[in-house]
């Protein structure tokens, strides 16, 4: 170990950056000395931090990752995150690696952000636990930092509406590492450790089937819920025999088939489970089948991966493969039975997004169809283009490509009352960073673009013309020195300061590309499903203009909003609107029964997830737009993780063995029991 700042000494303060934040000496939360640096983090400003910079670069090789013990005086829970930098142009994205964690409230606890190994290179998200009583912050971007040049680091907040206050003492590079040899159990479950709920046999595990099989018996559904999972007690407004929406004095709702009010609580990825690599990684596995015996067939192959260092493979399915042990050869059908129970009985009335196919026309539980569009047509970056690039709208293959990826899906379930509405994509790239880029992204990247080759620049430009008519005024407008309208089909370079005129413009062309976009699946919708929502495109990065584009052609506006709750401030921006508002995604994760991250919202343990879940939908149910929220994801994923993209997050309720975690199931019947006393009140 090598002690890096303890604050027993006035140097270790004056060798502190403040930005956006207040720092003094204290004793309360001091863990190895008598003293501790209080830290307490500004509202309403963008990323406070406290920073520590080097006044040569480190050389920090050999040491596995930065550990600091911290406090949280506070009766809220703290998320926080940490940052290593290479380089001065670090920016959260690039010349960094990136955590992040939450701290409950009144505690103290010792974190770990990893160093040496970047998850990744391994195909995963997060690895092992590094070190005793450490907890380790999970990795949210996959930088690879030079450890022979870190030049400073930091642990940041996002903004906030209140000030908050973290202790933080003793920080130390550590030295431990372990090999990944022999982690995962025969179950997917890891080796090295034991927790309560942990499956040690085949009949362990087919006992809690029958365990389990009584509690559903005994605990159906809710008592307020009807066939549909709408409020039965409630009068009944106009049935039409399809989801729709209603506002019911200052609320807005769903309404069932049945005219029944109605709030969304989804789940998403009901699925039979994610494969995750073995090809380069055998020997991290204690057993795998052979070829040829019964649980073989859970091998697959994958090419495509969108990170690690495998590309292509053989893959192994953990979580159906133990399906089948518990359920046995034809687990498929008995499983999908169980899980419809699980839902009902927990208080779930939605199958949410990229769920099976066979659940659609189940007749027992409300579900989502799921579209998205593919294929050869343009794109546009945004600057923040995380899947990939924005669909041109503008390019008459996108709505070619649109009806091919609607069409099988309303097919399916054009006429079925238990749809509850179409999303159609997922997290598009409608903006880009920075306030600028943050709102303004599509513009700056359409007009980054030949016009020759591209539909959206070519919009843009039209746009400008029938505005300005000569290039003499654009010119006056944007402060710029464009000889011609010629002179701005080749990609163009903007100038630096950017003039109101110009943002104008930019706010303009942005809402009629998102206009564009929402009109063309909106016109496909009403084609091909006339009977059914139209809830949006689950905004991940969203630009104003795009959302209130949103708000004038789809049903509902749909977000991802991975957060501790809902915070009605930051959505002050939606109340003019006037539109019910779904959440597509949230969820939180622990590190307390053997996985190795959190996902994007950490808790301490499962019994603090199980909070943070009641208070999250609780949030929801508080906002009056908003009519639904629904959990990421129906099972952890694989230890190992996923094939595509490496997650391996504690983020489901139910383990790699098929297991409910009972803390996050308590706090599912006691929300969803109650939630609709309170929304109604």
């Known amino acids: 170990m090598k002690l890096l700042y303890s604050f027993e000494d006035e140097r270790d303060l004056q060798a502190a950056t403040t930005n956006n934040t207040r720092l003094r000496i204290v004793a309360q939360g001091a863990t190895h000395g008598k003293r501790a640096l209080q830290v307490e983090y500004l509202p309403n400003v963008d990323w406070p931090n406290l920073m520590f910079r080097a006044p040569a670069p480190w050389d920090w090789r050999g040491y596995a990752g930065l550990a600091f013990d911290l406090y949280n ?166 049935a039409t025999g399809y989801f729709r929406t209603e506002k019911v004095g200052d609320k807005w709702w769903l309404v069932a088939p049945n005219g029944r009010l109605f709030f969304s609580t989804g789940m998403d990825c009901v699925h039979y489970g994610d494969a995750t690599f073995i090809t380069g990684r055998e020997k991290m596995f204690t057993w795998l089948p052979r070829e040829g015996e019964p649980l073989a067939k859970h091998y697959g192959q994958a090419s495509g991966a969108l990170m690690g260092p495998v590309k292509e493979g053989k893959t192994y399915n953990f979580y159906a493969a133990n399906l089948e042990r518990k359920y046995g050869e034809n687990y498929q059908e008995l499983w999908r039975e169980q899980t419809l129970r699980r839902l009902r009985s927990w208080g779930f009335n939605t199958i949410a997004n990229w769920s099976l196919w066979e659940w659609h026309r189940n007749g027992r539980v409300p579900y989502v169809a799921t579209a998205s569009v593919w294929g050869d047509h343009k794109r546009v970056p945004s600057g923040s283009d995380y899947w990939g690039k924005m669909h041109d709208p503008y390019d008459p ?161 749909s977000f991802n909003i991975y957060a501790p709750k809902l915070n009605h401030g930051a959505y002050s921006f939606l109340l003019p609107l006037d539109k019910p508002v779904i959440i597509g995604e949230f969820h939180f994760g622990a590190l307390d029964r053997g996985m190795f991250h959190t996902g994007l919202v950490a808790a301490a343990n499962q019994r603090e997830r199980a909070r943070m879940y009641e208070a999250y939908v609780n949030s929801v149910l508080d906002h009056p737009l908003f009519v639904g929220c629904h959990w990421f994801q129906y099972m952890d994923q694989p230890l190992t993780g996923r094939w595509f993209d490496g997650e391996n997050y504690n983020i489901g309720f139910v383990t790699i063995t098929d297991a409910p975690y009972p803390e996050m199931v308590a706090a599912a019947r006691r929300v969803h029991g109650a939630m609709y006393a309170r929304r109604g009140r």
């Open 73 to 238: 005086p506070t009766r809220e829970a703290v998320r926080f995150g940490v940052r290593v930098d290479d380089d001065p142009r670090a920016d959260g994205t690039n010349f960094c690696r990136q955590g992040a964690h939450t701290i409950s409230p009144r505690t103290r606890a010792s974190f770990v952000f990893p160093l040496g190994r970047n998850p990744m290179d391994y195909g995963m998200r997060g690895l092992p636990p590094l070190g005793k009583n450490l907890t380790r912050i999970g990795v949210v971007n996959e930088g690879k930092i030079r450890l022979e040049h870190i030049v400073a680091f930091q642990i940041f907040l996002w903004r906030d509406e209140q000030p908050r206050t973290l202790i933080v003492d003793n920080i130390r590079l550590i030295e431990a590492d372990e090999t990944l040899e022999r982690i995962v159990d025969e179950f997917g479950q890891f080796a090295r450790a034991d927790w309560q709920g942990k499956i040690r046999s085949l009949s362990h595990l087919r006992r809690t089937l029958t365990l389990e099989t009584r509690e559903l018996e005994r605990l159906p559904a809710p008592a307020n819920f009807d066939e549909f999972g709408a409020w039965k007690s409630e009068p009944q407004l106009k």
């Open 397 to 557: 293959q996108f709505a070619v490509n649109a009806r091919a990826g609607i069409e099988p899906v309303a097919q399916r379930v054009k006429d079925d009352p238990w749809c509850l509405g179409f999303f159609v994509d997922n997290e598009l790239s409608w903006a880009g960073q920075g306030e600028e880029g943050g709102r303004y992204g599509l513009a700056y990247g359409a007009l980054s673009l030949n016009a020759d080759d591209s539909p959206a620049k070519r919009a843009f430009l039209e746009q400008l013309r029938g505005k300005y008519g000569s290039i003499e005024r654009l010119n006056e407008a944007w402060g710029g020195n464009y000889a011609s309208w010629d002179a701005l089909k080749p990609p163009v370079q903007l100038l630096p300061t950017p003039t109101r005129e110009r943002q104008r413009d930019f706010s303009e062309f942005v809402r009629a590309f998102a206009r564009k976009y929402f009109q063309t699946i909106r016109d496909l919708l009403r084609e091909l499903a006339p009977n059914h929502l139209y809830l949006g495109c689950r905004f991940a990065w969203y630009s104003l203009d795009a959302v209130i584009a949103c708000a004038e052609l789809c049903d509902v506006i």
